[in-house]
Every structure is written in structure tokens, then in C-alpha cells.
């Protein structure tokens, strides 16, 4: 007891030295910027219970661990939005301070950031013709889990995005402790009137530390480049029709778990179709195909031959909003453009009454694989989710991730399934979050680098948060419409990195990213 006195009056303590820490920050950065800058801080406070905190199956954990726990979560973050004649920027800072029941020992305090700059207004002072030019940019700091099928920032988890990056690439493994940078650059062009040039750069890199759970998988840390042109026409009111080229390179090391490395490098070619049916209903279509280029190496066996595998996406968006609208900038939040990272807090959230998004997607593409075995690896994506305005005050969320993959050298398959259901309730000023999650990761494979050639778990996750942003009046920082203009909620504790289309199989517009696997 006294020992759970102690750490309740620890973490009190905490809340209150960020709260005034954050009041102290608003008071500070108001008189010191234009009329032009927006500054928000929030804070959040979360409990979660979690089934299985070291995501492992339970046979391989040591016999004194304790898998089920409560977490609790102290969230400051900042948020920042500027803009004058020439560019416009959204950043935003989030700090981390966690800490578990029964295993004190994982506690840690983490660090997610991220940011868009809107050059479009510079670059129409060197051509009108650039009618987009931007850069985002993420870091993450967190000895966390995957967020395998995130869907976006938030402080709830989420199955059931449709981004269908390689993060949703499926597979899940044990809490390590991670860096991940990722950074974007993208521009758009208009060669005529009907057809636009688009042309994206992502880096990424990941890498990993020490595990938790006395499991020790093989964790492959990876340094990704991808770059993609694409050319799209309008060729009726509702058609646009298009190709993209894709570059793909990862090189990639193995950061624990014995030693080795490798790198591999795909091209990739589709041909897109998306259709405008209503004002509300719209469909993508992607096919084509993925080439991995050739490795050569002296040392026998380790040589690999030039594969072609094929590649497709198809999308399908009904929404009580028009998406042309959105397309077409008509949302003006301040704040619209910041890359989405679990854990922390997205402005938006609730819905008007009424006002509804479904969105399905499915993925066949190549994928690096980070755990178990490092190199490209076949995955097939499914990504179904829901979100809808109940009452004035009231949203609600249903989300669902399925992914299957399989490699080669050594060879694999895993299925990961997720599911979640969640709502968000003003409370006055202040935003509840109430969120269930099941994931179900099965895993078997040939090969001698993991424990067991069978690796299975599920695990049941619920997370209660209480969030309060410093504005006035400060309900309207979670309004849909006001200043956010989605409110889609990511993973908890994990963190996810900008959607992308893997090695190439999105519509030309689409922006990158990498998974991280642990």
C-alpha cells in the first residue's frame, strides 16, 4: 500500500508540474508572437489496461514476469501554427511519462514530434504552375510497441486505417525501445490545364535497443529511400487517370538478436484510376507490378535473382462530406497538414450530428520485414473503419486491420487481425476518450533465429483518456470543422509514422513512410 501511495502521489505531482509548466508556456509564447501564430498547449491524462504489455506470447516469458497491467500516461504536448504571405507551418510536441502497476521497471518518459511546411505561396514566386510544394517531418523516441493498422494520431488506440502504408504491413513482436525519423518532401505540378506532375521523397530510419520480457528477437534496423514521380489527367468530371514510377532502397542491420545485414531495391510501375461517383462516394483504383532488383554477393547461397511480383490497391472513401471539397482546400484549420502520431493528441475528434466517414482499403505489395528476418517481404492489407457524429457532443469509431504476409530465405507467413471500438464525449472543456482493442498476431516459420517456430498471442487492450487544451474556448480545438478537420485516433502507447504506399503501389499523391517492427 504504501508503495501505491507513493507512486499515486508521484504521478499527482507530475500532472501538476506539467500543468503549470504548460499554463506558464501559453502565457510566455502569447506576448511573444504576431497575430499570425497560433500556440496551443494540451494535456492529457490516460489509464489503460493492457493483457499482454510485452505483446509475446506468454510461454516464452520469463516466469516471474507479469503480462497483465495498468498503465498510467501523463501527456503534455504543444501545438504551434503560423502562417504569413509566403509560407504557412503546423509543429507539434509531445512528451510521454508512463508508468505500470505491477512492473515499475518499464516505466519510461518518450518524445514524439512532428511538422508540415506549406511552401506553395514561395513557389508560386518562381511559377504559378506549382500548385503544391510541401515538408513533413517526424521524430519518436518511445521503447514501445508496433501500431500495426493505426489509425492516425490520438491518444486512444485504433485499428482500421487506410492509409495502407507499410506500417499496416502486419507484424508485431515484443516492447523494444526504438528511434524512428522520417522525413518528406513533396511538390505538384500543372503541365496543363487537365494534367498535374507529382513528385514525393521520404526518408526513414528506425532502429532499435534493448527488449523487454526476457524475449530476444532478431530486430532489423532499416534506413529507407523512396522517391516517385506521377501523372495524372482529368479526363471527364469524375475520372482522373495517371502512372506512377516508385524507387525503392532499404539497407538494413540487424540491431539485436545475433548479427547480419542486407539491403534490397524495388522498382515499381501501376497505372491509377479514381472516380468521383457522388459527392460523397469515391473509388481509387492501383495495379501494376514490382521489380526487385538483383543481389549480388561472394559468398555462396547468398546471391539473389532479379523477382517481379505484382502489385494492387483498391480504395473506397462514402462520406457525408464532400471529398472534392476537402481536396480542393476548402478546410481552413490552422492546423490541417500535421503528420498524425499515436500518443499524442490530434485537434478534431467530434463530429456534428450526423456527419459520418467509412473507408475501406486493400494492399498487395512488397514491404521491408524488420523482425525475425530482415529483407522484402509479400503482404496483403485490409484496412475497414468508421467514425460518425452521434450528439453535439458525442462521436463514435469502429475500426478493423487485417494483414498476411510471407518471405522467403528463410521462410514465413503471419496474419495480424485488429479490432477496435471507441467514443469521444466533451465534457465541458474537456475531451473523454474511451477505447477497446483486440489484437491477434500467428506467426510460423522454417527457420532456426526465433524461439519457437510457432509464435501466437492475442491480447485485449481499453484506455480511458481525459484531455484539456488551453484555448478559448478550448472545446473548439476538438470540434471537427474548427480547428481539426479529421478525428481519426492512433495507438496508445506506440507511435506511427506518415502513410505511404510501401514500395509503390499508391496513386501518384500519396505520401511515404516505414513501419516499425518489435
Do not use: C
Not at 45 to 72: G, M, Q
Not at 233 to 245: F, K, N, P, Q, Y
Not at 256 to 279: A, D, M
Not at 336 to 352: F, I, Q, R, T, W
Amino acid at each position: 500500500m504504501t508503495s501505491l501511495w507513493y507512486r499515486d502521489v508521484t504521478l499527482g505531482r507530475q500532472g501538476v508540474v506539467a500543468l503549470l509548466v504548460l499554463i506558464f508556456a501559453q502565457w510566455v509564447l502569447s506576448t511573444l508572437v504576431s497575430a499570425q501564430t497560433i500556440i496551443i498547449p494540451a494535456l492529457s491524462v490516460s489509464e489503460r489496461y493492457d493483457s499482454n504489455i510485452f505483446n509475446a506470447p506468454k510461454s516464452l516469458l520469463s516466469p516471474d514476469s507479469k503480462p497483465e497491467d495498468f498503465i498510467t500516461i501523463v501527456t503534455p504536448q504543444i501545438n504551434i501554427a503560423h502562417k504569413n504571405s509566403l509560407i504557412s507551418g503546423r509543429l507539434f510536441g509531445t512528451g510521454l511519462a508512463t508508468r505500470y502497476l505491477h512492473n515499475p521497471s518499464r516505466d519510461f518518459t518518450g518524445w514524439n514530434s512532428g511538422g508540415q511546411l506549406n511552401l506553395t505561396d514561395a513557389a508560386h514566386q518562381v511559377s504559378q504552375r506549382i500548385t503544391s510544394l510541401s515538408v513533413r517531418g517526424t521524430y519518436q523516441s518511445t521503447p514501445s510497441t508496433t501500431g500495426f493498422g493505426a489509425a492516425g494520431g490520438g491518444l486512444g488506440t485504433g485499428f482500421g486505417s487506410t492509409s495502407g502504408g507499410v506500417l499496416d504491413s502486419g507484424l508485431v513482436t515484443n516492447r523494444a525501445s526504438r528511434q524512428i525519423y522520417t522525413l518528406g518532401v513533396e511538390g505538384r505540378y500543372q503541365l496543363t490545364g487537365l494534367t498535374t506532375l507529382n513528385a514525393t521523397y521520404n526518408y526513414t530510419k528506425i532502429s532499435f535497443g534493448d527488449q523487454s520480457g526476457g524475449v530476444n528477437n532478431p530486430l532489423f534496423g532499416t534506413t529507407g529511400h523512396q522517391g516517385s514521380t506521377g501523372i495524372s489527367t482529368l479526363i471527364s468530371a469524375r475520372d482522373t487517370v495517371g502512372a506512377t514510377a516508385t524507387m525503392s532502397h532499404f539497407i538494413q542491420e540487424q540491431s539485436s538478436g545475433g548479427s547480419g545485414q542486407g539491403s534490397f531495391t524495388t522498382i515499381t510501375e501501376t497505372l491509377n484510376w479514381r472516380r468521383v461517383w457522388t459527392q460523397e462516394l469515391s473509388t481509387t483504383l492501383t495495379g501494376g507490378g514490382i521489380l526487385k532488383l538483383p543481389v549480388g554477393s561472394a559468398i555462396p547461397g547468398q546471391s539473389v535473382k532479379s523477382q517481379f511480383t505484382p502489385t494492387a490497391t483498391a480504395i473506397l472513401t462514402y462520406s457525408s462530406f464532400s471529398e472534392a471539397l476537402r481536396d480542393a482546400g476548402s478546410s481552413t484549420s490552422p492546423f490541417d497538414g500535421l503528420p498524425s502520431l499515436a500518443g499524442s493528441l490530434n485537434p478534431g475528434g467530434v463530429m456534428a450530428p450526423g456527419a459520418y466517414t467509412a473507408s475501406m482499403r486493400y494492399t498487395y505489395s512488397i514491404f521491408p520485414s524488420y523482425a525475425f528476418g530482415g529483407g522484402p517481404m509479400k503482404t496483403h492489407v485490409v484496412g475497414v473503419n468508421a467514425n460518425g457524429g452521434i450528439t453535439t457532443k458525442l462521436a463514435g469509431q469502429v475500426g478493423m486491420n487485417y494483414a498476411h504476409s510471407t518471405r522467403s530465405l528463410p521462410s514465413s507467413t503471419s496474419d495480424t487481425l485488429g479490432l477496435t471500438v471507441g467514443a469521444r464525449y466533451l465534457i465541458g472543456p474537456v475531451l473523454a476518450t474511451l477505447t477497446y482493442n483486440w489484437l491477434f498476431v500467428s506467426r510460423s516459420s522454417d527457420d532456426q533465429l526465433s524461439q519457437s517456430s510457432e509464435y501466437e498471442f492475442s491480447k485485449k487492450m481499453v484506455m480511458l483518456s481525459f484531455s484539456y487544451a488551453f484555448t478559448s474556448p478550448s472545446l473548439s480545438f476538438f470540434r471537427m470543422g474548427e480547428f481539426g478537420s479529421t478525428g481519426t485516433q492512433g495507438t496508445g502507447e506506440g507511435v506511427s509514422t506518415p502513410s505511404g504506399p510501401g514500395t509503390g503501389s499508391s496513386p501518384s499523391g500519396d505520401g511515404s513512410g516505414i513501419q516499425r517492427k518489435e
